[in-house]
Nanobody
Framework: EAQLRESGGGLVQPGGSLTLSCATSGFTFADYGMRWLRQAPGQELEWVSSINANDAATFYADFVQGRFTISRDNTKNTLYLQMNNLKTEDTAMYFC?????????RGQGTQVTVSS
């Protein structure tokens, strides 16, 4: 069973930075594309970024392009999201996700709050 565990969230001032981590187990991490998603209070879940398995190509939602960087370390079975120049509108619960066994699997999430 694929399991994901996010960490690294917290409270940060606008313009600040955070790095989120997603530790994985139960599947061959290197073989799967991975995603970051987020959900703000009262809002729907939205896609933030993806990284391929084979070529590690990366993709970003327009609202984080140039500020966030997704990466992966296949030796540690871990996914990362480096977030710079954070804005108040980035406040949300952040989830990592994988399409495994025909369904989306997500972790419990890590809260990011951007506030002065």
């Amino acid at each position: 069973e694929a399991q994901l565990r996010e960490s690294g969230g917290g409270l940060v001032q606008p313009g600040g930075s955070l790095t989120l981590s997603c530790a994985t187990s139960g599947f061959t991490f290197a073989d799967y594309g991975m995603r970051w998603l987020r959900q703000a209070p009262g809002q729907e879940l939205e896609w933030v970024s993806s990284i391929n398995a084979n070529d590690a190509a990366t993709f970003y939602a327009d609202f984080v392009q140039g500020r966030f960087t997704i990466s992966r370390d296949n030796t540690k079975n871990t996914l990362y999201l480096q977030m710079n120049n954070l804005k108040t509108e980035d406040t949300a619960m952040y989830f990592c996700a994988v399409r495994w066994g025909g369904r989306d699997v997500r972790g419990q999430g890590t809260q990011v709050t951007v506030s002065s």
